[in-house]
């Protein structure tokens, strides 16, 4: 048979068959299970519940199956952890009666641990996928702040450098139209200076702005200077 078999006799279990696999799955000899009682013989199988489940086949002549079966067999000397799918069958006489139990069992381990590692698998993936998912959603989320500050910063940036730019413009034809008064033509033109510094510094800061991480920069600032540029920026709005 290419499954482990054995014949139990009498509700005593005794061992009256029991091919090589049988032999192999319980890690005995012949001479130490033939014609022994199945308890006497694999008394590490004592206490696994199979002396209920064996005594309930005998009572009620129903076949008992189950799978993935955890049972403990000395092997080599030591304790193994064994998975088995087994059948219980009654043994009937022609007139009904249960004489004995015929025993089929198949070892599973290696395909249930198989089983069990290929499932803690896919819950350490699925646990992967979920933080990867986690960490894409925060990359998206950043991204996305990101890019509205960008457009903040582009808008603020365009409007404070129209300004001064605004005022050379403007100062530069005011010049044109008085080259023929020297002190007026001077003043604005000192005007179109002051503005191409404040145009140069403005760019400046917007550089400077960009390169910063977002890691908190403190400076002290001097709210007087800011409220002066703020002014001469718009000096002409202002007059206007």
């Not at 139209?177 to 033509?185: G, P, S, T, W």
Request: glycine share 4%.
């Amino acid at each position: 048979a290419p499954v482990a078999t054995s014949i139990l006799m009498t509700r005593q279990l005794i061992v009256v068959q029991a091919n090589a696999l049988m032999l192999e799955l319980w890690g005995k000899t012949s001479e130490q299970v033939m014609n022994l009682p199945l308890f006497t013989g694999i008394p590490e199988a004592t206490g696994q519940g199979f002396e209920v489940i064996l005594d309930n086949v005998f009572i009620t002549g129903e076949r008992f199956v189950t799978t993935e079966h955890v049972t403990y067999l000395k092997r080599k000397g030591a304790l193994e952890i064994t998975i088995l799918n087994f059948v219980f069958e009654p043994l009937r006489e022609v007139d009904g009666s249960i004489p004995g139990i015929i025993v089929v069992a198949n070892d599973v381990t290696a395909l249930a641990n198989a089983k069990k590692q290929a499932q803690d698998n896919a819950v350490e993936l699925e646990k992967i996928v979920e933080t990867r998912t986690s960490e894409l959603k925060a990359s998206n989320d950043q991204l996305l702040r990101t890019n509205i500050e960008l457009e903040q910063f582009a808008y603020v940036s365009s409007h404070d450098l129209q300004e001064p730019l605004r005022k050379i413009q403007t100062f530069s034809e005011l010049v044109c139209n008085n080259l023929d008064k020297e002190e007026v033509a001077r003043k604005y033109l000192g005007k179109i200076d002051t503005s191409a510094s404040r145009m140069a510094t403005l760019i400046k800061g917007v550089l400077s702005y960009s390169k910063l991480s977002e890691a908190a920069v403190h400076t002290t600032v001097d709210l007087n200077v800011v409220l002066k540029n703020v002014l001469d920026d718009f000096e002409l709005l202002i007059s206007q």
